[in-house]
């Protein structure tokens, strides 16, 4: 059975999906942007945003059950590629030992306007 994972501090979709779902330990999310959760704005600042995305990812993995340990692939979709630098000191903070990373694969995407990432993941948690 599918469990959907939608916590209340996280920004909820446009459409009728959850933030991540949860089915015999396998953890996927939905496309997690920046979206500043108390304004319902991308902040204008990509540093923010880029660090909101990741708070909101953080919110998610908790509210599922999980951790930044159990996450086995991320991929990032961004605006403009060049904005890759503004993920890797937060990669780096969250995953330090270079023998024990998720992978990870960026894209060009057309994001919603004002949007500059969105990111998806896979985890596994145990069941």
């Not at 939608?6 to 330990?25: C, K, L, M, S, T």
Request: hydrophobic content about 40%; overall charge negative.
């Amino acid at each position: 059975m599918i469990n959907s994972v939608d916590p209340p501090d996280v920004p909820r979709h446009r459409n009728p999906i959850p933030a991540a779902a949860i089915h015999r330990g396998i953890l996927a999310s939905s496309a997690i942007s920046g979206l500043d959760p108390s304004t319902g704005t991308y902040p204008g600042e990509k540093a923010v945003q880029v660090e909101t995305a990741f708070r909101n990812m953080q919110s998610i993995l908790e509210a599922a059950g999980a951790n930044w340990q159990d996450v086995i692939k991320m991929d990032l979709y961004f605006r403009d590629k060049a904005d890759r630098k503004l993920v890797n000191p937060h990669w780096l903070e969250i995953y330090p030992d270079e023998s024990a990373r998720p992978a990870r694969h960026a894209h060009v995407a057309d994001l919603p306007d004002g949007c500059c990432l969105q990111i998806t993941f896979l985890a596994v948690m145990e069941d």
